[in-house]
């Protein structure tokens, strides 16, 4: 077989609010704050294009709710045409946020772009060889999706390397509705080789290997509750099969959480100098990115 190279994102939510910080918040932040999601999006697509990737896989919720806005739209296929002007395919399924019963606008899709319907399908990786690498995958119809879809799998035709793309609550997941729900084992059962989920934002890789069934989060964070790093996993296949992973961070703007002891405190001068301290720690795990800290006296 030969190597070849992904990115898998998911739950992009494009053009989500972020939440918690109130109404006032200089223009100048509010401003970076709204674009955070698009400018992350971009981030992605600009190293799918620097690593020279063979496809992007988005597993749902690439809009932040059904009635998603033209903007979007608009720039969700920019950046997906970029990708097919560098040769690189990309495969999308749709979540319990952007359904395919959503609004969708009378834009083209580019080449080279494959969009799961609301039936298991599958798509070759290299059209010339569909044998060699597979990816299956479903969308949600509508926005609540309850019964668990990985038997639609079931009749779908294998290659020598497969890939299942669904947003889904695997193990049922307590932080997240249970849509789509499934088993660790129904997803080792269909013996695919890498399961690209999406609905959790908490990154979690629930198995390395046979298969590798991995959630990349969300990529940007959008609340406190959303901090530290956010990102992808940029997945590298050799010609035994056999599957490296690397996370990526690629958010624009960090959530960070500080606890201070207030009990060690004595001088308002000794708040002052902790506050300082954990700011400018905060800025240098955030990585030079723009960073959101709350700061928590107990």
């Known amino acids: 077989m030969n190597p070849f190279k992904f990115v898998h994102a998911a739950d992009l939510h ?47 919720d690439v809009y932040d709710h ?22 690189i395919n990309s495969y999308i399924c749709h979540g319990n946020h952007d359904p395919l019963d959503g609004w969708q606008s009378k834009l083209d899709f580019p080449k080279g772009c494959y969009r799961f319907g609301k039936k298991a399908e599958s798509y070759p990786l290299r059209e010339n060889n569909p044998e060699e690498i597979l990816i ?9 999706v309850q019964e668990n879809l990985i038997p639609e799998f079931n009749s ?18 307590p932080n997240h509705d249970p849509y789509a729900p499934c088993t660790l084992d129904d997803l080792r059962q269909t013996g695919y080789d890498y399961w690209a989920l999406g609905h959790v934002h908490t990154r979690k890789i629930l198995n390395k290997e046979l298969p590798a069934v991995i959630y990349p989060g969300n990529p940007q964070g959008r609340h406190i509750n959303e901090d530290g790093p956010r990102g992808v996993y940029l997945v590298e296949v050799d010609h035994n099969g056999n599957i490296e992973t690397e996370f990526r961070s690629m958010d624009l703007v960090r959530w960070n959480r500080i606890t201070i002891d207030g009990s060690a405190l ?7 100098d902790s506050l300082g301290a954990a700011f400018t720690d905060s800025q240098t795990q955030s990585e030079g990115r723009s960073v959101v800290t709350r700061v928590e006296i107990t």
């Open 14 to 60: 494009l053009d989500s609010p972020f939440k918690g910080l109130g109404s006032r918040i200089p223009d100048d932040v509010a401003e970076i704050l709204r674009n955070a999601t698009f400018d992350t999006y971009d981030r992605i697509v600009s190293l799918c294009i620097e690593e020279n990737v063979d496809a992007l896989l988005i597993a749902g």
């Open 266 to 272: 004595e001088t308002d001068q000794s708040l002052l």
């Open 66 to 87: 059904e009635t998603r806005s033209f903007r979007a739209q608009y720039r969700f296929i920019e950046g997906l045409n970029k990708l097919s002007e560098a040769g």
């Open 156 to 173: 779908l035709e294998k290659a020598q390397f497969n890939i299942g793309v669904i947003h889904a609550n695997v193990d049922s997941d």
């Open 136 to 144: 299956h995958g479903i969308s949600y119809p509508t926005r609540v």
